[in-house]
């Protein structure tokens, strides 16, 4: 009696898999592209950062940060065929981070989501709008981001920003918040 059971829950098991795997195998591949290149620009951008603190100071970083962030999205958007770029709902770059309707809401949720108690990095959203794929991976404040992002910037950072984003709005964060995210569209 037992044995039937087992081989009934096990047929349905499969069938119920077997029915969607051609979707549910793609969903899965086009998400973990995404991922990687999600990993590709953190993996990229957080070094040069870095280095650009240790070498010329939180003013310098943020005047070199202006020129590499774009530069680097601009990079991997041409060597994945994703679109990549950087959002906010308080952006800094105007011309690039503002959010479009779909991320609008999403980044609404993600912080809804984050205050509520989820840790930024491991909010993200995939799904098919209007026929593309799109991604997007929250950026959470860390330590290091308070410098540029925080309430209490140091000179010659509070300087940088006023000469490259005299219209920036992304300070004030605290440590945990959401301060935007990566969205990816797949283009290839
Ligand atoms: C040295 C200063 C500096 C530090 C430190 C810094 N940022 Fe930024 N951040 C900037 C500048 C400058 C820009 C605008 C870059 C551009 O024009 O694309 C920016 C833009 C962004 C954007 C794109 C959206 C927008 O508002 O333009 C996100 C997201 C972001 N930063 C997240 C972070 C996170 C997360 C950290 C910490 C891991 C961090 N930043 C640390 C200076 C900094």
Redesign the pocket.
């Known amino acids: 009696m037992h044995r039937i059971w087992i081989t009934a829950i096990a047929a349905t098991t499969t069938l119920a898999c077997a029915e969607p795997r051609g979707t549910a195998g793609d969903a899965a591949a086009v998400e973990a592209a995404a991922k990687a290149v999600v990993q590709q620009f953190v993996g990229q951008l957080k070094p040069q950062?870095q280095q650009a603190?240790a070498e010329g100071g939180?003013g310098r970083?943020?005047a070199v940060?202006?020129n590499i962030?774009?530069a680097l999205m601009d990079e991997l958007s041409a060597s994945s065929g994703w679109s990549v770029r950087?959002?906010?709902l308080q952006?800094?770059?105007r011309e690039?981070?503002v959010p479009d309707a779909w991320e609008q809401e999403v980044l609404e949720r993600f912080s809804a989501e984050q205050a509520a108690g989820t840790p930024a990095q491991a909010l993200n959203y995939g799904r098919k709008v209007d026929g593309q794929y799109r991604y997007m991976q929250a950026?959470?404040?860390?330590p290091?981001?308070l410098?540029?992002?925080g309430t209490d910037l140091a000179e010659p950072?509070k300087k940088a920003l006023a000469a490259?984003y005299p219209e920036d709005s992304?300070t004030g964060y605290s440590l945990g918040e959401v301060?935007?995210a990566i969205s990816l569209i797949d283009l290839r």
């Not at 950026?139 to 860390?142: C, H, T």
Request: positive net charge; aromatic residues 4%.
């Open positions: 950062l603190i939180p970083a943020t940060c202006a962030a774009p950087r959002v906010s952006p800094r770059n690039r981070a950026q959470g404040v860390e290091v981001c410098m540029c992002h950072v490259y992304a301060r935007g």
